[in-house]
């Protein structure tokens, strides 16, 4: 063995633990902050719903005035943040939940993934959500009502995807738990043409 190769050798066992320790801070530093977009897939299609506020998991930075032109116009601000495409709701599991009110021409039967398994794809912890629709109208839900109605967030109608201008993306609406006909109350709760929901 030369003395180059000694060298080598002795200095073996350092030279590794180094390079251990400069991987370990490297994985340190890659699951800080910027790491929680990796716990939902970044969205491949068309977004239709942004979820902000107290959210853990995320696939999006945070606001930019320029790049979130219509979320600034309604002067909506938010860090990391989930967002959603048509097929992510779907993977959630589409259920199905009939809806008739007085004031509709006919009952109508809607389909998406429930409420709650949105707001758990997104690792929602608060309490209370507004769902907030194109125009701006906001639907403030406390944690109660979510536990008490089935809630969904319907990106079909009568099987047939709801469209800008047709009360979409998406319509978010919930069926009574004691059978009884929605009210007019109930009816003004279920916010159509949703995109946004704030966690707080």
Same mark, same amino acid.
């Given at each position: 063995?030369?003395? +180059? ?7 073996? *066992? =350092? /030279?590794?633990?180094?390079?251990? %320790?400069? @991987?370990? #801070? $490297? ?42 032109? +219509? ?7 938010? *860090? =990391? /943040?989930?967002?959603?495409?048509? %097929?992510? @709701?779907? #993977? $959630? ?53 979510? /536990? ?53």
């Amino acid at each position: 063995m030369t003395d +180059f190769q000694s060298f080598c050798w002795s200095r073996r *066992g =350092p /030279a590794l633990r180094l390079f251990g %320790a400069v @991987l370990c #801070a $490297l994985f340190v530093l890659n699951a800080g902050p910027g790491a929680q977009a990796a716990d939902l897939p970044k969205a491949s299609g068309p977004v239709v719903l942004t979820v902000a506020g107290q959210v853990s998991k995320t696939n999006r930075p945070g606001f930019s005035a320029f790049e979130d032109g +219509f979320l600034n116009y309604h002067e909506k601000s938010f *860090g =990391p /943040a989930a967002e959603f495409d048509l %097929a992510m @709701l779907e #993977a $959630l599991g589409m259920q199905k939940v009939e809806v008739s009110f007085d004031a509709w021409p006919s009952s109508y039967t809607f389909e998406g993934p429930w409420l709650k398994d949105v707001l758990t794809a997104a690792g929602a912890s608060g309490r209370d959500i507004t769902i907030v629709a194109l125009d701006g109208f906001g639907s403030e839900i406390s944690a109660e009502d979510i /536990a008490a109605f089935d809630w969904i967030v319907g990106v079909k109608r009568d099987g047939r995807y709801l469209t800008i201008g047709q009360r979409g993306p998406l319509w978010v609406v919930y069926r009574r738990p004691d059978g009884k006909a929605p009210t007019a109350e109930d009816e003004q709760r279920w916010p159509w043409a949703s995109f946004y929901i704030e966690v707080k």
